[in-house]
């Protein structure tokens, strides 16, 4: 699906989202083409929780946590060079992205 079909599909929605198709532009932003939604949450809380969950247990694909009041995604790659703590970056206003390098 589009974000466009998943914002009407799931309007005013939390939800955990993967991108199954996506590329990064020259300004690094991410562009996802293909999403599938993976759960609907109650709260950003929970969809926080699912995230975190879903990306530790299959690090290697790419999830998000979105509401769908936002009318663009604004996913924004930061290259990773290091070892990542404990934690996830959260940056209010855009999702950000961390690029295996």
Same mark, same amino acid.
């Given at each position: 699906? %589009?974000?466009?079909e998943i914002r009407q599909t799931y @309007? &005013? !929605?939390?939800l955990v989202v993967e991108a199954l198709e996506a590329h %990064?532009? +020259?300004t690094h932003l991410r562009q996802a083409d293909r999403l599938a939604v993976i759960e609907t949450c109650h709260s950003g809380n929970e969809a926080r929780q699912t995230y975190q969950r879903l &990306? &530790? !247990?299959y690090p290697a694909r790419e999830?998000?946590?979105v509401h769908t009041s936002r009318e663009e995604l604004n996913i924004r790659e930061i290259p990773w060079y290091?070892?990542?703590g404990g934690h996830d970056a959260v940056k209010l206003g855009e999702i950000i992205y961390? +690029? @295996?390098q």
């Open positions: 699906m %589009t974000w466009l @309007p &005013h !929605q939390w %990064t532009r +020259s &990306h &530790h !247990q999830f998000y946590f290091g070892i990542r961390y +690029s @295996p």
